[in-house]
C-alpha cells in the first residue's frame, strides 16, 4: 500500500503538525527514490535545522502536567520513528518495480597470480562484503563443500571456475563471479567477471587498480557495489548496507588469511582450524569475526575453548563483525551469558536464529545451532527439520547426523533412526550402542544379530563389531551365549580393544551375580589400559569398580579407595563420580562436582541435583521427601539417574502403602532396555535388573500373591544360578523361595 497509493496528509490526522514537519514527512514517502531522502543523516540535518518546529507545542491535549511532560516527549520519538520507518521501508523495499526475490550467484576463488600467499582469500572477503546485500543470494563456502561431498569431490578444496560451474549446475545458480589478482610494480589489479551461465556470456567486465596490499579491500568494496548495481540493485538499497568489508572483517591480509584457512577447515570440521583462527587474532587482535568463528567451533565443531570468553571479546567487537555472524553471536550469547538456567537460554536463542533464518535462510551455522536450541528445548520434530535441511546442503555433515540420531531417538522414530545409522555406519561406528537400542526397543535382537554378523563379515578388522553382538545376547538374556562368543575371540581378532572384551565380561558377570569374577576383570581393564596409557576408561573403570564393592559388598572402606584411584588418575566420568559419592555420603563433595559439571549455568543442574536429593533422602529413610525429590527426574531424559534411582524408589513406595507405584517403578527398570547401553564405562542397569525381580517378588508375597512371588523369585534365582553364594539378597531370595514352594 505503501508503494502504490498516495498517504493521507499527516495534518489530517494531527492538526498541530508543523507544516515544515509535514514537508518532511511527505519527501520520505516520496514515490520516486530520487526525490526521497538518501540517507538518515539529511532527515536528521532537515529536522535538527527547522526551527519552526516546537515539539513543546504538539501536544494534543493538556490535562495535567504529568500527562503533558509524558505527551511532549512522546511526540517528537514517534515522528522520528514514523519518518525513519517510511525511510527504511523505501530503503528495503524500493519502487514499484522492486521484488524481494534475491538472485543466486556463486564466487569462485580469485586466481592469484602475484605470488603474495596472504591474496589467497579474497574470494572470502568478497562473499562477505557481497552478503550485505538483500537483492543477492550469496552461495556460502559449507554449501559448496557439500554440494562437493554430493559430486565425490570431498579433496578439493580450491573453488576454481570449472569446479564452481559444476556447483552451479547441481545448486542450479546461473550467476557466478571469477577473478583474478595481478601485481605491476606496487600495483594491484583485479579483473573480475560476472558470467550468465545459461547464456554463456559475460553480465560484467571490470577492473580496478590500487597501489600497496592495504588497499586491497578497498578494491572489493569497489567491485562489490558495481556487482550489485549490475544486479539491478538499487543504489538506495546498497546505500544503507554497504560498511566497508575491511572494518567487518580486518584490513591485515596476512591475518585474513589465516582466517581464511580457519574457514577451509571449520568447513570440514578440521580442528586444526582452530590454530589458524588464532593466529589471524594473534595478528590483530580486534579481529572480531576471528572470535566468533572459536565461540562456534567450540559449540559445533567439539573444541573444548573458553566459549564464553571468546563470546566476550567479540560482543567488544561487536561494530567489527558483519551482519549474519552478529546473529549468530547474539544468539550464542543468550544461549551462554544472558539466561540462567541453560534451558532459558536456548529458549532465549530461538527467535534471534528465527530472525536470521529470515534473512539467511540456508546458513548452515544458523540450521544447526536452531537445531540444538529446539533440541534443549524438547522441540524434536523442528530439531529433525533443521538438521534434515543442514544434510540437504551437507550430507557429509557429521554434527547434523549426530544430533538428528539424538532427535529421531527421542521422538521414539526407531525406524528412521536405524535407518539413518545403517545407511551410512563406518560415519556412525559410535552409533552402534543406539543401533543395539533400536534392535531391543523394537523387540527385533535377532534382526540385530543378522545385521552385526553380516557388518562383520563385510568388515572382519572392525573391533567395535564383537562386543555388540556380545550385548545383543544379554539384551535377550543369552549370557552365557554371550561370554562364550567373548571367550571365543582371539586377542589379535580385538587388538584394538581388547579391553572392551573386558568390560563386557564385566557386565555379564553383573547380571549373573558373579561380582568376585567381575571385580577380577575390573582390574584386568585398568592394568590393560594403564599399559597403554589410556587413562580415562582405568578411570572409570575404578569407579565401576568402587560401585560392584557397593552393591555387591556394601564394602564402602574399598570403595572409598578405588575413587581415590580414580581421581588420582583424572578424567574421569563425572556422572559416575557424583553417583558414587552420593552412595558414600559425601553429598556436599558430589553437589560441588556437579555444579563444576555444568559451571552452574544448565536446566539439568537442577534435574542432578533433584536426583542427588532423592538418594540422599533414600539412604536417609526420609521416603516422603525422597519422592517428592524424584519426581522430576523420572520424566526426564537423564537415565543414569533414572535407574539407580528407581530400584531403592520401590521401597519407599512399598514403606508408604503405594504398592502399584512400587510395581511401576520395578517394571519400568525392567523395560527400559535402552538404559543398558549407552557406554562401556556407565551401565549400570546389571546392578538392578536382577535384583527387581527379587524385589517384585517380596512385594507379591507381601500380598499374598504366592504364584507372582515365587515366578518373580524363580526369575532371578534363574539369572543368578552361577552368582556368588554369599550374596544377602541370594540367600534371602532361596530361603522365601523354598518356604512358598512347600
Known amino acids: 500500500q505503501i508503494v502504490h497509493e498516495q498517504p493521507q496528509p499527516v495534518t489530517e490526522l494531527r492538526q498541530d503538525v508543523p507544516a515544515n514537519l509535514e514537508q518532511i514527512i511527505n519527501k520520505a514517502l516520496a514515490k520516486k527514490a530520487d526525490d526521497r531522502y538518501q540517507n538518515f543523516d539529511a532527515i536528521l540535518s532537515d529536522l535538527q535545522s527547522d526551527t519552526s518546529i516546537d515539539y513543546a507545542k504538539t501536544s494534543a491535549s493538556k490535562p495535567a502536567a504529568k500527562s503533558k511532560i509524558k505527551s511532549n516527549l512522546l511526540w517528537p520519538a514517534l515522528i522520528l520513528s514514523a519518518i525513519v520507518l517510511a525511510v527504511a521501508g523505501y530503503f528495503f523495499f524500493g519502487t514499484e518495480e522492486a521484488s524481494t526475490e534475491r538472485i543466486p550467484i556463486a564466487v569462485a576463488d580469485f586466481v592469484n597470480q602475484t605470488g603474495e600467499a596472504e591474496l589467497d582469500g579474497l574470494s572470502e572477503m568478497l562473499v562477505t562484503s557481497l552478503e550485505q546485500s538483500r537483492k543477492l543470494a550469496v552461495l556460502p563456502r559449507a554449501s559448496m563443500y557439500g554440494i562437493l561431498s554430493r559430486l565425490d569431490k570431498d579433496s578439493i578444496t580450491t573453488f576454481d571456475e570449472q569446479i564452481v560451474r559444476e556447483i552451479c549446475a547441481q545448486a542450479k545458480i546461473n550467476t557466478i563471479a571469477t577473478a583474478s589478482i595481478r601485481k605491476f610494480g606496487q600495483v594491484y589489479s583485479i579483473d573480475l567477471k560476472i558470467l550468465d551461465l545459461e547464456r554463456d556470456s559475460y553480465l560484467l567486465t571490470v577492473n580496478e587498480r590500487a597501489e600497496e596490499q592495504r588497499n586491497i579491500p578497498s578494491m572489493l568494496d569497489r567491485l562489490a557495489e558495481k556487482i550489485r548495481l ?442 527400559k532396555r535402552q538404559y543398558a547401553f549407552q557406554g562401556y564405562t556407565i551401565a549400570l542397569r546389571p546392578f538392578f535388573y536382577p535384583k527387581s525381580f527379587y524385589a517384585l517378588g517380596k512385594i507379591y508375597q507381601q500380598h499374598g500373591d504366592t504364584l507372582r512371588a515365587i515366578e518373580n523369585y524363580q526369575k532371578f534365582l534363574d539369572l543368578w544360578k552361577n552368582a556368588d553364594t554369599d550374596l544377602p539378597e541370594l540367600i534371602d531370595a532361596k530361603a522365601r523361595y523354598a518356604r512358598l514352594r512347600r
Open 230 to 671: 549490475d544486479l539491478q540493485e538499487e543504489e538506495t538499497e546498497i546505500a544503507v548496507a554497504n560498511t566497508a568489508v575491511a572494518a567487518m572483517t580486518t584490513r591485515n591480509l596476512q591475518a585474513y588469511q589465516h582466517y581464511f584457512k580457519g574457514m577451509q577447515l571449520y568447513n570440514k570440521l578440521d580442528r586444526e582450524g582452530v590454530k589458524e583462527f588464532e593466529q589471524a587474532i594473534a595478528i590483530d587482535s580486534t579481529f572480531g569475526l576471528a572470535y566468533v568463528r572459536l565461540a562456534i567451533f567450540s559449540n559445533v565443531g567439539g573444541v573444548r575453548l573458553d566459549a564464553k570468553k571468546m563470546i566476550r571479546k567479540a560482543f567488544e567487537l561487536i561494530d567489527r563483525i558483519p551482519e549474519k555472524e552478529r546473529y549468530l553471536l547474539r544468539a550464542m550469547a543468550a544461549q551462554l551469558l544472558d539466561r540462567s538456567p541453560h534451558l532459558d537460554g536456548y529458549l532465549a536463542a530461538i527467535p534471534i536464529l528465527k530472525e536470521m533464518e529470515k534473512r539467511y535462510p540456508d546458513d548452515l551455522d544458523m540450521l544447526i545451532l536452531m537445531g540444538e536450541a529446539t533440541y534443549h528445548t524438547s522441540q524434536y520434530a523442528l530439531t529433525a527439520k533443521y538438521l534434515k535441511k543442514v544434510l540437504d546442503i551437507d550430507p557429509d555433515n557429521r554434527v547434523a547426523r549426530f544430533h538428528l540420531v539424538d532427535a529421531y531417538r527421542e521422538m521414539g522414530d526407531y525406524k528412521k533412526l536405524r535407518t539413518l545409522i545403517e545407511s551410512d555406519i563406518d560415519e556412525f561406528q559410535w552409533s552402534y550402542h543406539n543401533l543395539v537400542s533400536i534392535y531391543a526397543l523394537t523387540d527385533s535382537v535377532q534382526a540385530g544379530l543378522d545385521w552385526f554378523r553380516k557388518e562383520q563379515q563385510r568388515d572382519p578388522e572392525n573391533h567395535a563389531i564383537p562386543p555388540h553382538i556380545a550385548m545383543l545376547y544379554m539384551l535377550d538374556e543369552q549370557f552365557e551365549t554371550a561370554e562364550n562368543f567373548l571367550y571365543s575371540l582371539t586377542d589379535s581378532s580385538l587388538s584394538f580393544s581388547r579391553q572392551t572384551r573386558f568390560y563386557e565380561l564385566m557386565e555379564i558377570y553383573l547380571y549373573t551375580g558373579r561380582y568376585r569374577k567381575a571385580l577380577e576383570m575390573a582390574d584386568r581393564v585398568i592394568d590393560g589400559f594403564l599399559q597403554r596409557e589410556i587413562i580415562a576408561p582405568a578411570a572409570n573403570a575404578h569407579l565401576y569398580k568402587a560401585l560392584m564393592l557397593l552393591h555387591g559388598r556394601g564394602d564402602k572402606a574399598a570403595a572409598r579407595q578405588q575413587i581415590e584411584a580414580s581421581k588420582r588418575l583424572g578424567n574421569f566420568e563425572s556422572n559416575m563420580m557424583t553417583y558414587c559419592l552420593f552412595l558414600l555420603g559425601d553429598y556436599d563433595a558430589a553437589e560441588e562436582l556437579n555444579a563444576e559439571r555444568f559451571n552452574n549455568n544448565t536446566g539439568n543442574l537442577g534435574i542432578y541435583h533433584d536426583g542427588m536429593k532423592a538418594l540422599q533422602h533414600i539412604q536417609q529413610d526420609d521416603c516422603q521427601n525422597a519422592l517428592s525429590s524424584a519426581e522430576r527426574v523420572l520424566t526426564s531424559q537423564e537415565w543414569l539417574l533414572g535407574v539407580p534411582i528407581l530400584y531403592p524408589l520401590a521401597d519407599c513406595y512399598v514403606e508408604l502403602g503405594q504398592s502399584e507405584k512400587a510395581f511401576d517403578v520395578l517394571r519400568q527398570l525392567q523395560i
